[in-house]
């Protein structure tokens, strides 16, 4: 069965300063794997996906994520974090043997970045 | 705009009381899904649809229902509102993004109360 682990439900850092977000999976197969971030009150916008092409992906807003098999992780980066980046961000992976390509979140990590 | 629409944004329920959470997309995806999200447990899949009158179980199924009629609309019954059924609720569709692979797009949320 698939699973994610968001290794922080918090994250704090300073405008200018690096952003990691840490995420866990676990899959039988070779997974696909996303981003989402969602503002405060608003839906789920997709920051990135890996499909089996290049291991390391760019998203929007200057966000990127390694994929590593031997460590089984998708950690979410950012070299320099804006006000505008605070908000929480979902990993997600997706089950490529179901007839549906059913998603499973983590459990969320809340970003929040001081002035 | 193209997109994923539902229908209320807020709503509050007297315990045991009936409703219909609406779901439509203009995109013509064949897959929807609807999600709700608990603070902490990111989003559990309720139910989904492969297509119009084919709808299937997901993880936390009980105490609601489907139906997919048209590809357009995929409405989310709850039968008898219970408190643990307070959550926010996602509809999504899905496209393919290649060989059997497939992002989603998400509707912009139902935040619902039960009293």
């Known amino acids: 069965a698939q699973s994610v682990t968001q290794l922080d439900s918090h994250v704090s850092v300073s405008e200018g300063t690096p952003v990691l977000l840490r995420c866990n999976y676990s899959?039988?197969?070779?997974?696909?794997l996303f981003w989402y971030v969602q503002h405060p009150n608003k839906g789920l916008q997709l920051l990135l996906k890996?499909?089996?092409?290049?291991?390391l992906v760019k998203g929007i807003n200057g966000f990127e994520a390694e994929f590593k098999k031997s460590e089984t992780s998708f950690h979410l980066t950012k070299p320099s974090a804006h006000m505008s980046d605070a908000a929480e961000y979902f990993c997600?992976?997706?089950?490529?043997?179901?007839?549906?390509?059913?998603?499973?979140f983590g459990s969320g990590t809340k970003l929040n970045v001081k002035p | 705009n193209a997109g994923v629409t539902q229908t209320p944004k807020f709503q509050v329920l007297k315990t045991g009381q009936s409703m219909t959470l609406q779901c439509a997309q203009d995109?013509?995806?064949?897959?929807m899904s609807w999600y709700r999200q608990d603070p902490g447990m990111g989003l559990r899949l309720i139910h989904y649809?492969?297509?119009?009158?084919?709808?299937d179980q997901g993880e936390v199924p009980n105490g609601y229902n489907v139906s997919r009629s048209t590809t357009e609309d995929f409405p989310l019954r709850l039968l008898s509102a219970a408190p643990s059924q307070t959550s926010v609720y996602f509809c999504?569709?899905?496209?393919?993004?290649?060989?059997?692979?497939?992002?989603?797009?998400f509707g912009s949320g139902t935040r619902l109360t039960v009293v």
């Open positions: 997600v992976v997706s089950d490529p043997v179901a007839n549906f390509n059913k998603f499973y």
């Open positions: 890996y499909t089996s092409a290049a291991t």
């Open positions: 899959s039988s197969y070779s997974p696909s």
């Open positions: 999504a569709s899905s496209y393919s993004i290649g060989t059997g692979l497939y992002g989603y797009t």
């Open positions: 649809s492969v297509g119009a009158g084919i709808t």
């Open positions: 995109m013509n995806h064949e897959y």
